[in-house]
Structures are given as structure tokens and as C-alpha cells.
């Protein structure tokens, strides 16, 4: 039997985690073509899991990572997708800042190359702007982030 060999750039191939919020499906949508269009072009894989709102993207991250690491194929960084639109109560800023503090934590505490792609805005209108393909598209920036964590990460531990 043959053995199969994998190329050189396929084993320094980036694995990457997307963890996307799905509350405003079309905001995701255009947030993940963004970050999924920077990583392609970098020649990044990635596994791509959806959860319901912004609160549980850390949770989703916490359980994928370590998923990941029990079967030794961990992830170099992740994207987190979605989004947060001011309403007219105070659960605005609870989502926004503990989704945003979950990223943190889990971005120091265990040392992930994190790109935050949480849009927070005050309307439909500022998520469209946004998320457009026109070179302001967050979940393309957000993607940039995580690459570059990794990249600093990398060159921090001599790789």
C-alpha cells in the first residue's frame, strides 16, 4: 500500500475556527464571506460552527478548543462572528460587553489568536456599512486580526 504524503504548504497550513452568531442571519452572512474570502486567500482551513447570539460565541469557542485539543488537531485562531444592535433596554450593553469580555478572557487566560468580528452597532443601517464588500466587511478584519495573532504567536514561541 502506498503511503500518502501531504505537501509541505498542506502541513503549515493554518486551522483556523470560525464561530459565527446567527441572530441577523443577512449581517452573518455577508460578516462570514468576509472572513472566510481573507482566510482562502491565506490557505487557511477552518471548521465553522453557528450559535444563536453573540452571548454564546465564547462558550462555543471554549468547547470547540478544547474538543480540538482532546483529538491533537488544535486550532492556530479564531474568528468570532456576529452581531449587536441597540434596542431600547439595557440587555444592548450586557450582550455587547460580555461577549466582548468572553473573547478577552478566553483570549488571555488561554493564549488564543483571537479576531473579534462582534459588530455592535446602533442600527441595521451602520451593521450593513459594516459588513459590505467593499473593504470595510468586519468578519474580513476580524479574520486579519486572528491571522496576525497567529503570526505573533508563532514568532513569539521561535516557529
Known sequence: MAKKTVSAKKRNALR?????ARFYEA????????????????????DRIAVP????VP??????VDA???????YDGVVALGCVI???TYHFELVSNESARGLMDLS????????????????????????TDDGRNKGASA?????????LKRKLAGH
Not at 483556523?16 to 459565527?20: A, G
Not at 480540538?68 to 488544535?74: C, I, L, S, V, Y
Open 86 to 88: 441597540q434596542g431600547e
Open 108 to 131: 488571555v487566560s488561554r493564549q488564543l489568536a483571537i479576531g473579534n468580528g462582534i459588530l455592535t452597532v446602533d442600527n441595521e443601517a451602520q451593521a450593513r456599512a459594516r459588513s
Open 27 to 46: 449581517i452573518s452572512d455577508a460578516l462570514l464571506a468576509g472572513a472566510v474570502r481573507v482566510l482562502d486567500e491565506a490557505g487557511a482551513t477552518y
Open 59 to 64: 462558550a462555543a469557542i471554549a468547547m470547540a
Open 16 to 20: 483556523m475556527l470560525i464561530v459565527e
Open 143 to 151: 479574520a486579519r486580526a486572528a491571522l496576525s495573532m497567529v503570526a
Open 53 to 56: 447570539g453573540a452571548l454564546e
Open 68 to 74: 480540538a485539543q482532546k483529538k491533537r488537531a488544535p
